[in-house]
């Protein structure tokens, strides 16, 4: 018998499957995989129930009751709109155990939004968004919204959208029956490319009104507002989560130390190097990247990985008397990788952070980064032997992902070309401890523009590079004040 301590473990660390649950009606159910977690609150899974496959949902803890009841009543609405979405075939607990509560669902053969939306290319993925947009209007049209509106939350056939999570299901609120569907619409715009809203937004408020049989398409400024809020408030609500235990993240902290584990690489010889990271730093063999009074850089191997190690560096009494207080850079880093991961730009994955500390009082930081092997942007570009069309793509790749950050309102605030590296044509953004989120526009512009002008420094010397640029943002901003203001004409 499977007892309640063993499932809050299962919700909180990387524990084996399948195992065996025996249902309050003597039931077996068999769980083959466990496909997310929420610390000592929830469980969802894949398994075996009655010789068929299904997704079951495992509520934990004082509230389990709760939010099954939740659950169950957003699937009877979906359902009563003639909303497809999983059949809910048996709500059960466990034997023996009273706070646990079981909603077992009938599998789908699909793929949820997300995983499609990652395996088209970019220029592919206007056609799924269009279908995303009209299965939210067909919500919104029955008086509906889905409160929690990520891509992982629909599956997707090539007949069928399947809507998920009841939990996230409300009716809609009489006095905003036309602000609430419009901010529904705009959170699930935000989960799309940052770098081609602003194309297909049009496009897709289209959609939305046809479905819908509105007379008017929503105002694409006020829509684009009300996107943009949503980057700013997943970003920050993100980057504070994964500072504490959740899906993603494992975190220990003592009087002495604060510890970030990315649970993906959360294994005894990656703990047990940061028991001693300087031994790392210090380690025969270690190809040091960066010895500096700021930091120390180096690559390691951890567990058969690739890893960058960065110490920050205390650099005497009233360095660490100013720094004692705040978050680490390490930590800012970190927050920011995750930032940049939500929104799909590319960063090296961020493994784990270390702030030492003498109770509570912060000292040296550590940050943990996997290692990628390339050449930086200023290497790339000086090399003869790449085609200067390669050239092109990739400086067109580089000003794609600078106008995802304005999207995004991130600064990054040092913009060397040794911070972006270079792997095939794809950039890799590096360096993230001096990156800051702005919630103020015309503060941020300024801040941009100052991101614009010290990368433009790096070509000074180089007028083709710097031809190729300047034709690059010309192509992708649409604000030539902007680009004015940094001095690209």
């Given at each position: 018998?499977?007892?309640?301590?063993?499932?809050?473990?299962?919700?909180?660390?990387?524990?084996?499957?399948?195992?065996?649950?025996?249902?309050?009606?003597?039931?077996?159910?068999?769980?083959?995989?466990?496909?997310?977690?929420?610390?000592?609150?929830?469980?969802?899974?894949?398994?075996?129930?009655?010789?068929?496959?299904?997704?079951?949902?495992?509520?934990?803890?004082?509230?389990?009751?709760?939010?099954?009841?939740?659950?169950?009543?957003?699937?009877?609405?979906?359902?009563?709109?003639?909303?497809?979405?999983?059949?809910?075939?048996?709500?059960?607990?466990?034997?023996?155990?009273?706070?646990?509560?079981?909603?077992?669902?009938?599998?789908?053969?699909?793929?949820?939004?997300?995983?499609?939306?990652?395996?088209?290319?970019?220029?592919?993925?206007?056609?799924?968004?269009?279908?995303?947009?009209?299965?939210?209007?067909?919500?919104?049209?029955?008086?509906?919204?889905?409160?929690?509106?990520?891509?992982?939350?629909?599956?997707?056939?090539?007949?069928?959208?399947?809507?998920?999570?009841?939990?996230?299901?409300?009716?809609?609120?009489?006095?905003?029956?036309?602000?609430?569907?419009?901010?529904?619409?705009?959170?699930?715009?935000?989960?799309?490319?940052?770098?081609?809203?602003?194309?297909?937004?049009?496009?897709?408020?289209?959609?939305?009104?046809?479905a819908r049989g509105l007379n008017a398409v929503p105002a694409i400024k006020d829509m684009q507002q009300r996107i943009a809020r949503h980057w700013q408030a997943d970003m920050?609500?993100?980057?504070?989560?994964?500072?504490?235990?959740?899906?993603?993240?494992?975190?220990?902290?003592?009087?002495?130390?604060?510890?970030?584990?990315?649970?993906?690489?959360?294994?005894?010889?990656?703990?047990?190097?940061?028991?001693?990271?300087?031994?790392?730093?210090?380690?025969?063999?270690?190809?040091?990247?960066?010895?500096?009074?700021?930091?120390?850089?180096?690559?390691?191997?951890?567990?058969?990985?690739?890893?960058?190690?960065?110490?920050?560096?205390?650099?005497?009494?009233?360095?660490?008397?100013?720094?004692?207080?705040?978050?680490?850079?390490?930590?800012?880093?970190?927050?920011?990788?995750?930032?940049?991961?939500?929104?799909?730009?590319?960063?090296?994955?961020?493994?784990?952070?270390l702030e030492r500390r003498c109770w509570g009082l912060r000292r040296e930081a550590y940050l943990l980064t996997e290692y990628v092997e390339a050449h930086d942007a200023k290497?790339?570009?000086?090399?003869?032997?790449?085609?200067?069309?390669?050239?092109?793509?990739?400086?067109?790749?580089?000003?794609?992902?600078?106008?995802?950050?304005?999207?995004?309102?991130?600064?990054?605030?040092?913009?060397?070309?040794?911070?972006?590296?270079?792997?095939?044509?794809?950039?890799?953004?590096?360096?993230?401890?001096?990156?800051?989120?702005?919630?103020?526009?015309?503060?941020?512009?300024?801040?941009?523009?100052?991101?614009?002008?010290?990368?433009?420094?790096?070509?000074?010397?180089?007028?083709?590079?710097?031809?190729?640029?300047?034709?690059?943002?010309?192509?992708?901003?649409?604000?030539?004040?902007?680009?004015?203001?940094?001095?690209?004409?």
């Open positions: 018998m499977t007892t309640e301590p063993d499932l809050l473990q299962r919700s909180q660390q990387l524990l084996g499957t399948p195992f065996d649950l025996v249902l309050d009606n003597g039931e077996h159910l068999q769980v083959l995989e466990i496909v997310r977690r929420v610390p000592g609150r929830r469980i969802v899974c894949r398994g075996i129930w009655k010789s068929q496959l299904v997704y079951v949902k495992i509520f934990l803890g004082k509230q389990a009751e709760r939010y099954a009841t939740r659950d169950r009543r957003g699937v009877r609405l979906l359902r009563d709109a003639a909303i497809a979405t999983p059949e809910l075939l048996c709500e059960t607990g466990i034997e023996a155990q009273k706070k646990c509560r079981i909603l077992v669902f009938a599998a789908i053969a699909a793929e949820n939004a997300e995983q499609a939306w990652l395996q088209l290319e970019v220029g592919a993925r206007l056609q799924l968004a269009r279908r995303l947009v009209e299965a939210v209007a067909h919500h919104h049209q029955a008086g509906l919204v889905q409160t929690d509106l990520y891509l992982k939350n629909f599956l997707v056939t090539e007949q069928q959208i399947y809507s998920l999570d009841g939990d996230g299901i409300r009716p809609q609120t009489f006095w905003r029956w036309w602000h609430q569907p419009l901010d529904n619409l705009a959170r699930l715009v935000s989960k799309f490319d940052v770098g081609s809203v602003g194309a297909w937004l049009p496009e897709l408020l289209q959609v939305y009104a046809d920050r609500q993100y980057a504070a989560k994964v500072q504490r235990s959740c899906t993603d993240v494992r975190t220990l902290k003592t009087p002495s130390a604060y510890l970030a584990i990315n649970r993906a690489y959360d294994h005894p010889g990656l703990l047990a190097a940061l028991e001693a990271p300087d031994a790392l730093l210090g380690k025969a063999g270690v190809a040091r990247l960066k010895s500096g009074n700021t930091c120390t850089v180096a690559s390691v191997q951890i567990d058969q990985r690739n890893l960058v190690i960065k110490r920050y560096n205390i650099k005497n009494f009233w360095h660490w008397f100013g720094r004692m207080w705040r978050p680490s850079r390490a930590v800012q880093a970190w927050a920011n990788a995750y930032r940049l991961q939500l929104k799909h730009i590319a960063t090296p994955v961020a493994v784990a952070v290497m790339f570009f000086a090399d003869q032997t790449v085609d200067v069309e390669v050239k092109q793509r990739v400086a067109m790749l580089i000003v794609q992902l600078f106008y995802q950050l304005y999207c995004l309102q991130l600064e990054h605030g040092d913009f060397k070309a040794s911070n972006l590296l270079i792997q095939g044509e794809q950039p890799i953004l590096i360096d993230l401890d001096s990156m800051r989120q702005y919630g103020d526009v015309k503060r941020f512009q300024r801040r941009h523009v100052r991101d614009l002008r010290r990368f433009m420094r790096n070509w000074q010397n180089n007028e083709t590079v710097r031809y190729i640029f300047n034709k690059a943002f010309l192509t992708v901003y649409t604000d030539g004040k902007l680009l004015h203001q940094a001095g690209i004409k």
